[in-house]
């Protein structure tokens, strides 16, 4: 019988990762009904022979071609027609594929996405990333709005957000870790685009889906966990927040119905502390403001009575910081365009596509 789903894992250098990965793709309540491909791009370690000896179907890349060619290699490879992506330094809970599988029952769903959990290890960094973890899903309500008062409202709304919906919600865009799309969508788009070296494919791949599919849903399923195994170093999560940065000003320079968008704490921090040479009081509401955008440290330190998490709204002012610096970084590098040489769509399957979603909200058509 086909598989239900394709899972792919992206890797680089993984091969002491790799086996984590694939042994929870293995351990999934459906795991007879997956389909798991990992692609080795360009890895200059055992990734490959790891993965196959683990029973991986491997796919290998020549030399390093980025995250966006090796999810367009998995898309092209598979064999099911709703493809999961998770990355080498993730692994999911049993019942994260049936969740992300469920929610394509809706034939309006075309791509799905859950949290990104941080695993609390041992780690000051880590446990902190296991609490605050950038990484994830956006909810549909982000897009409804490009107002800068709409995005600082619903930033901080998230932030003081005390819970998690227990049901599928509707979405925006996924982080690449945990996502699923169905196949014909992502070639009916033209798949990835791999001028994005490192990010921010998988946010591109949803907005395109948006533009031209826009009768498709994305949706997301709060108990579809991956979790992320970071590294301990702090040095690392702020290169990483560099790299986010970075990517979401290479979306800005794009996309020029983007408008610009750096994260806010950073920004009215450092006003604050501006204005504050002139009235010193600022400077006081400069230093409690993280809390204020960020409570759930505070909570968190007054809930399990551990005064040392009241670091983590600094730790996340650090983070939001060296995002800002990694967009700004490549927003005033060059002029903004929308660049021609970009993914092509597939008109006959982009066609299809759209009349099957109609079909699916139409009550007298026949669903997907």
Not at 302 to 328: H, I, K, S
Request: charged fraction near 25%; charge should be neutral; proline fraction near 8%.
């Amino acid at each position: 019988m086909p598989p239900d789903v394709t899972v792919g894992i992206c890797c680089l250098n993984g091969a002491d990762s790799i086996g984590r990965a694939i042994a929870a793709v293995r351990a999934q309540t459906i795991a007879p009904a997956i389909e798991l491909i990992v692609v080795d791009d360009g890895s200059r370690d055992d990734t490959a022979s790891v993965a196959e000896g683990l029973g991986a179907r491997v796919i290998r890349h020549a030399r390093n071609r980025g995250p966006a060619a090796a999810r367009n290699s998995i898309a092209h490879a598979a064999s099911a027609p709703v493809v999961l992506y998770i990355d080498d330094d993730c692994d999911a809970e049993p019942d994260w594929a049936e969740r992300h599988l469920r929610m394509y029952d809706n034939p309006r769903v075309v791509g799905t996405g859950g949290p990104m959990a941080g695993a609390p290890e041992r780690g000051w960094t880590q446990r902190y990333l296991a609490r605050n973890n950038p990484a994830g899903y956006l909810e549909a309500s982000v897009g409804d709005s490009d107002a800068l008062l709409w995005r600082l409202r619903q930033y901080v709304a998230r932030m003081w957000r005390d819970s998690t919906p227990e049901a599928p919600v509707p979405a925006y865009a996924f982080a690449g870790g945990n996502m699923g799309f169905r196949r014909a969508a992502i070639l009916a788009v033209g798949g990835f685009d791999e001028r994005y070296a490192f990010g921010p494919e998988d946010y591109d791949l949803c907005l395109r889906i948006q533009d031209l599919l826009p009768t498709a849903i994305l949706m997301a399923d709060p108990g579809a966990v991956a979790t992320h195994h970071y590294p301990r170093s702090p040095f690392d999560a702020l290169r990483r927040s560099v790299s986010y940065g970075r990517n979401g000003g290479a979306l800005y320079r794009r996309r020029p119905q983007m408008r610009l968008a750096p994260l806010p704490l950073p920004v009215l921090t450092l006003g604050l502390i501006v204005a504050g040479r002139r009235r010193p009081a600022l400077i006081g509401l400069a230093a409690l403001l993280p809390h204020l955008l960020h409570p759930g440290g505070l909570r968190s330190a007054l809930r399990d009575r551990r005064p040392d998490r009241l670091l983590d709204a600094y730790a996340t002012l650090a983070q939001e910081t060296a995002t800002d610096v990694g967009y700004l970084q490549v927003v005033v590098a060059g002029e903004r365009q929308r660049d021609a040489s970009g993914p092509e769509p597939d008109p006959v399957l982009l066609a299809e596509t759209e009349a099957a979603i109609s079909r699916a909200g139409d009550p007298t058509g026949s669903p997907a």
